[in-house]
C-alpha cells in the first residue's frame, strides 16, 4: 500500500518509519536539507530509534518535496505539519494542515487524508463541509519528544476519529508496524477524538502544574521537594509519572493545547482548564524571582531544548524565565551547542562549554547533566529526580 506522510517532524518521522516496515511510504517536506538526510538514512530529527530504524531496518521509505508525486496512488495521506494557538486571535493555527488537505484532495480525490496535526475541536467537520469531501480523518498521536517511534511502536492505545472501514483499515496499519500485543483500539467520532488529544495533554499540563506549585510551596518554606513528592506519589491513585518538577510545562504540545481547550470552553462554564493556563506563567514568575533574588551578574541559561534527548527549543519554559530575568537588566548567556546562531533574543550564545561554566556565576538548568556536575555550586534547577 503506498502511503505518503507530510512534515518531517516528530509525528510525521516517525509515522513513516513504522509504516514503511510494510508498506511504500513517501515521506514530502518543504525543507530540501530535511529531504535529503531522509534519503541518506539520517534522521533529520532527535530521536534514537528513528535514527537506528533508518540505518539499519529494510523500510520501503523515500523523501521527496514534491507533494503531487507521494500523493498521487497513495491511498493514505497522514498530515503532520506544525499548529500552533494564535492568542491574538484566540484560535487554533491550522493553515498549513488545511492547506496540504486541500491540496491533497485536488491532486487524488479517492485518497484518504489522515490528520496527525493537533487540531481544535470541530475542525474535521468543517473541513468535510468546506471541502465537500468526507475523506478527511483526525488521529490523534500521543508522543513524547525524542522518544516518538518508540511510542508509535508501543503505543499506549489507537484513536481513529470514524467508524468505517478506511479507519479500521488505518488502525490496521498502525498495528501492524507496532510491536505490542492487545493494543487498546478506538474508533470514535471525529470531534471526541480532537476532544481525546486536547484533554489528555491539558490533564498532563494540570499534573505537571500541580508539582510545580508543590515544589514552589516546599521551596518558600524551606521544606524537601522529594520528600514531600514521595510520600505523596505513593498512593497508587496517583503514582509516580509526571512527577518531577520543572520551570514549567512547555515543548509542541502542552502550551497551544491547554490554550485551545480553554478557547473552546468560550461558552461552557470552567475554572480548572483556566488554572491550568495561569499556573504555568505563575510558576515561571516565581522561578524568576527566586533566580532573581539570588543577585547574579551573569545568569548561564544551560540549553535551550525541553529535555535529555530532544532538539525542540519551541515553547521550552526556560525562555519565559530567560525574559523575566533580562527584564531585571541582568546578564544572560545560553550555552546551546545545536544552535548555529550567535544571539539568542539578543542572548549571547556560547558554544564552549567550559567558557560558559566559567562566564556564568549563576548556571540555570531545567534537567541536571552530568556535563556540569563539576560546578554544582553554580547550579540553580527544580530537578529533584534527575529524571524527565
Request: include cysteine; hydrophobic fraction near 40%; charged fraction near 25%.
Given at each position: 500500500?503506498?502511503?505518503?506522510?507530510?512534515?518531517?517532524?516528530?509525528?510525521?518521522?516517525?509515522?513513516?518509519?513504522?509504516?514503511?516496515?510494510?508498506?511504500?511510504?513517501?515521506?514530502?517536506?518543504?525543507?530540501?536539507?530535511?529531504?535529503?538526510?531522509?534519503?541518506?538514512?539520517?534522521?533529520?530529527?532527535?530521536?534514537?530509534?528513528?535514527?537506528?530504524?533508518?540505518?539499519?531496518?529494510?523500510?520501503?521509505?523515500?523523501?521527496?518535496?514534491?507533494?503531487?508525486?507521494?500523493?498521487?496512488?497513495?491511498?493514505?495521506?497522514?498530515?503532520?505539519?506544525?499548529?500552533?494557538?494564535?492568542?491574538?486571535?484566540?484560535?487554533?493555527?491550522?493553515?498549513?494542515?488545511?492547506?496540504?488537505?486541500?491540496?491533497?484532495?485536488?491532486?487524488?480525490?479517492?485518497?484518504?487524508?489522515?490528520?496527525?496535526?493537533?487540531?481544535?475541536?470541530?475542525?474535521?467537520?468543517?473541513?468535510?463541509?468546506?471541502?465537500?469531501?468526507?475523506?478527511?480523518?483526525?488521529?490523534?498521536?500521543?508522543?513524547?519528544?525524542?522518544?516518538?517511534?518508540?511510542?508509535?511502536?508501543?503505543?499506549?492505545?489507537?484513536?481513529?476519529?470514524?467508524?468505517?472501514?478506511?479507519?479500521?483499515?488505518?488502525?490496521?496499519?498502525?498495528?501492524?508496524?507496532?510491536?505490542?500485543?492487545?493494543?487498546?483500539?478506538?474508533?470514535?467520532?471525529?470531534?471526541?477524538?480532537?476532544?481525546?488529544?486536547?484533554?489528555?495533554?491539558?490533564?498532563?499540563?494540570?499534573?505537571?502544574?500541580?508539582?510545580?506549585?508543590?515544589?514552589?510551596?516546599?521551596?518558600?518554606?524551606?521544606?524537601?521537594?522529594?520528600?514531600?513528592?514521595?510520600?505523596?506519589?505513593?498512593?497508587?491513585?496517583?503514582?509516580?509519572?509526571?512527577?518531577?518538577?520543572?520551570?514549567?510545562?512547555?515543548?509542541?504540545?502542552?502550551?497551544?493545547?491547554?490554550?485551545?481547550?480553554?478557547?473552546?470552553?468560550?461558552?461552557?462554564?470552567?475554572?480548572?482548564?483556566?488554572?491550568?493556563?495561569?499556573?504555568?506563567?505563575?510558576?515561571?514568575?516565581?522561578?524568576?524571582?527566586?533566580?532573581?533574588?539570588?543577585?547574579?551578574?551573569?545568569?548561564?541559561?544551560?540549553?535551550?531544548?525541553?529535555?535529555?534527548?530532544?532538539?525542540?527549543?519551541?515553547?521550552?519554559?526556560?525562555?519565559?524565565?530567560?525574559?523575566?530575568?533580562?527584564?531585571?537588566?541582568?546578564?544572560?548567556?545560553?550555552?546551546?551547542?545545536?544552535?548555529?546562531?550567535?544571539?539568542?533574543?539578543?542572548?549571547?550564545?556560547?558554544?564552549?562549554?567550559?567558557?560558559?561554566?566559567?562566564?556564568?556565576?549563576?548556571i540555570v538548568t531545567n534537567r541536571l547533566n552530568a556535563d556540569i556536575a563539576d560546578v554544582k555550586s553554580k547550579?540553580?534547577?527544580?530537578?529533584?529526580?534527575?529524571?524527565?
Amino acid at each position: 500500500m503506498k502511503i505518503a506522510v507530510i512534515g518531517l517532524g516528530y509525528v510525521g518521522m516517525s509515522n513513516a518509519v513504522l509504516l514503511a516496515q510494510h508498506n511504500e511510504v513517501v515521506a514530502v517536506d518543504l525543507s530540501e536539507e530535511r529531504v535529503d538526510l531522509v534519503n541518506a538514512r539520517l534522521s533529520p530529527i532527535e530521536d534514537p530509534d528513528i535514527s537506528e530504524y533508518l540505518a539499519s531496518h529494510p523500510l520501503n521509505l523515500r523523501a521527496a518535496t514534491d507533494l503531487a508525486e507521494a500523493v498521487q496512488g497513495a491511498a493514505y495521506v497522514i498530515v503532520s505539519t506544525p499548529t500552533d494557538y494564535d492568542p491574538v486571535d484566540n484560535f487554533f493555527n491550522t493553515a498549513s494542515v488545511d492547506e496540504v488537505t486541500r491540496q491533497a484532495l485536488a491532486i487524488d480525490p479517492d485518497t484518504t487524508v489522515v490528520i496527525k496535526s493537533t487540531i481544535p475541536v470541530g475542525h474535521v467537520q468543517s473541513l468535510r463541509n468546506e471541502l465537500h469531501s468526507d475523506r478527511i480523518i483526525f488521529s490523534p498521536e500521543f508522543l513524547r519528544e525524542g522518544r516518538a517511534l518508540y511510542d508509535n511502536l508501543h503505543p499506549s492505545r489507537i484513536i481513529v476519529g470514524e467508524r468505517s472501514d478506511r479507519a479500521s483499515v488505518f488502525a490496521d496499519l498502525l498495528v501492524a508496524g507496532a510491536l505490542d500485543d492487545n493494543i487498546p483500539v478506538r474508533f470514535v467520532d471525529p470531534d471526541e477524538a480532537e476532544a481525546i488529544k486536547l484533554f489528555a495533554n491539558t490533564y498532563l499540563a494540570m499534573r505537571v502544574a500541580f508539582f510545580n506549585e508543590l515544589d514552589s510551596y516546599a521551596l518558600s518554606r524551606q521544606m524537601d521537594t522529594k520528600q514531600i513528592i514521595d510520600g505523596v506519589s505513593l498512593d497508587p491513585r496517583i503514582g509516580e509519572g509526571y512527577n518531577n518538577p520543572s520551570f514549567g510545562y512547555g515543548g509542541y504540545c502542552l502550551p497551544k493545547d491547554t490554550k485551545q481547550l480553554l478557547a473552546n470552553y468560550a461558552e461552557v462554564p470552567q475554572s480548572l482548564v483556566r488554572a491550568i493556563v495561569d499556573a504555568n506563567r505563575t510558576r515561571k514568575d516565581f522561578i524568576a524571582d527566586e533566580i532573581i533574588r539570588k543577585q547574579p551578574k551573569v545568569v548561564g541559561i544551560y540549553r535551550l531544548v525541553m529535555k535529555e534527548g530532544s532538539d525542540n527549543f519551541r515553547q521550552s519554559s526556560i525562555q519565559g524565565i530567560m525574559k523575566r530575568i533580562k527584564a531585571k537588566g541582568i546578564e544572560v548567556i545560553v550555552y546551546e551547542p545545536v544552535m548555529e546562531q550567535d544571539l539568542f533574543f539578543g542572548s549571547r550564545v556560547i558554544r564552549d562549554l567550559d567558557t560558559f561554566k566559567v562566564e556564568a556565576d549563576l548556571i540555570v538548568t531545567n534537567r541536571l547533566n552530568a556535563d556540569i556536575a563539576d560546578v554544582k555550586s553554580k547550579i540553580f534547577t527544580r530537578d529533584v529526580f534527575g529524571a524527565d
